[in-house]
């Protein structure tokens, strides 16, 4: 079909110009794979329905987890890359010399085997250049995509791992209310904020954000399961950042584009409003990178005061941001990055184990293995009986005494000291089994 139309096009470019024959054929392409992906998502929703409830479904919706986050990982590294290099540009730009009257700055690098050369300018060159780059699918497609990813686990799989009973008993289309809502209202709070007074004081700007983001990640924390908590922080976090991006800066540029095509002076207001929006991504990306692979470490969210532990990370991670930006404009800033450390490895020490008083007595396996077949084997077992795992979890399973005592380390870890097992403790573990387990690994983990 593509080719077709390419062919009914060069038909025709005869009459037209060189650039509406381009602007055309993309616009094409664009249909084209617009198509392309719909196909596909109809495929995929077709095989779900067909497969739904076979062992088949959990498989599937592994391979959909795989593909999107690879994708999404890709298109974040795009995105923070080039958020990072601009930002590196503004601090790093030489201003003063032997600068045109025109530039605000310029630049010489060298990598991968060339050297690289870079002017900015004070507003905008007298012809806008035809070919002008703009910098703003990866944001788009990182939201798209982490949205996906969001569905796949979250949504999907609310009942386990969205909604933690003994945080709220939510109901499936309660939890993605809040969710999808969360998101709105942070937007709308965010927004506001850049557009008041404060934002003129960076200092009282940032301190009304922190303030704001640590209320939101007490309120995650207290209507989530620990670990959606932290990841909804993270796509609340990214979505504002994409919400810069759409709302803000890409207008500001296409407003400065056109007011220079047009031979007028660009509202230099909005100039300021982008690169403001702009620095505000650049203080985000280091929390919600941390966020986006909290989910590893349960350490974090399991924490019984998760929110205090999430809202210092991310205050950390800034902070590390900000030294790093302070010393690329080569200023002076010796107390940030000892602060940031610091704060960070307070986190570590504050949510390290908590010896255990209790006393232990001689415990046997058979004890240790009714409890685990009680509460763990309808998920971690090579036939789970659970209503949402088809598979073993991580591939985890304790059909057999040397398959628990391989995995003791990490039991220790999950049960025990972040207490994150079993999952949103659907199965009802009481505290006095979690001290046998204890016992059991302290006293060596015999199966005799
Ligand atoms: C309702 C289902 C369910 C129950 C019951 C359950 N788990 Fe899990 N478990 C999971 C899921 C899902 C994961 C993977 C996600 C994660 O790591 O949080 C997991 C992961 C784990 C891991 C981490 C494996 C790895 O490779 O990182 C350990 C260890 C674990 N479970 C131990 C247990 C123990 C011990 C019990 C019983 C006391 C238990 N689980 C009960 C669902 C369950």
């Not at 009973?165 to 109901?171: Q, S």
Request: hydrophobic share 50%; with cysteine; glycine share 6%.
């Amino acid at each position: 079909m593509l080719v077709v139309m390419t062919c009914r096009i060069h038909a025709i470019s005869e009459k037209e110009s060189d650039e509406t024959v381009r602007e055309r054929t993309s616009w094409i392409q664009g249909w084209t794979y617009a198509a392309i992906i719909f196909t596909i998502l109809a495929i995929i929703a077709c095989i779900y329905w067909m497969i739904r409830g076979t062992a088949y479904e959990g498989h599937l919706m592994e391979w959909l987890n795989i593909v999107i986050r690879v994708m999404h990982f890709t298109f974040g590294i795009a995105w923070i890359g080039a958020s990072f290099y601009f930002v590196f540009l503004e601090n790093a730009l030489n201003r003063t010399e032997g600068i045109r009257d025109e530039l605000a700055g310029n630049l010489w690098a060298v990598h991968g085997g060339g050297f690289y050369y870079l002017e900015k300018y004070k507003v905008a060159p007298k012809n806008i250049p035809k070919h002008l780059h703009w910098f703003k699918y990866e944001a788009y497609f990182t939201w798209i995509s982490g949205f996906a990813l969001l569905f796949i686990i979250y949504y999907f799989n609310a009942s386990a791992m969205l909604i933690d009973p003994n945080v709220m008993r939510l109901t499936t289309l309660q939890a993605i209310g809040i969710s999808v809502g969360s998101f709105i209202v942070a937007w709308i709070i965010y927004d506001l904020l850049c557009k008041s007074s404060l934002a003129k004081t960076p200092i009282l700007f940032a301190l009304a954000g922190i303030i704001v983001l640590i209320g939101f990640a007490y309120f995650y924390s207290h209507v989530f399961s620990g670990r959606a908590a932290f990841i909804h922080f993270g796509a609340m976090i990214g979505s504002l950042m994409v919400g810069n991006v759409f709302f803000v800066i890409i207008p500001a540029q296409k407003a400065m584009v056109s007011a220079a095509k047009k031979g007028e002076l660009p509202d230099a207001q909005k100039g300021k409003n982008a690169l403001f929006r702009s620095i505000s991504n650049n203080y985000f990306t280091l929390p919600v990178l941390f966020v986006m692979v909290s989910n590893h470490f349960p350490s974090t969210f399991g924490n019984k005061y998760q929110w205090i532990v999430l809202a210092a990370i991310s205050i950390g991670a800034a902070g590390i941001k900000h030294w790093l930006n302070l010393r690329e404009q080569g200023k002076l800033g010796v107390w940030v990055l000892p602060v940031s450390v610091v704060v960070l490895l307070a986190v570590a020490y504050v949510t390290a184990p908590q010896p255990s008083n209790a006393k232990c007595k001689e415990i046997s396996f058979a004890e240790v293995n009714a409890i685990i077949q009680q509460r763990c084997i309808s998920c971690h077992s090579s036939k789970p009986t659970d209503n949402t795992y088809t598979a073993a979890p991580n591939g985890t399973k304790y059909d057999t005494p040397a398959e628990i005592v391989a995995k003791k380390d990490l039991i220790m870890q999950r049960v025990i000291i972040t207490k994150t097992m079993p999952q949103n403790n659907k199965t009802n573990m009481m505290p006095e089994e979690r001290d046998v387990i204890r016992c059991w690994i302290e006293q060596g983990a015999k199966i005799q």
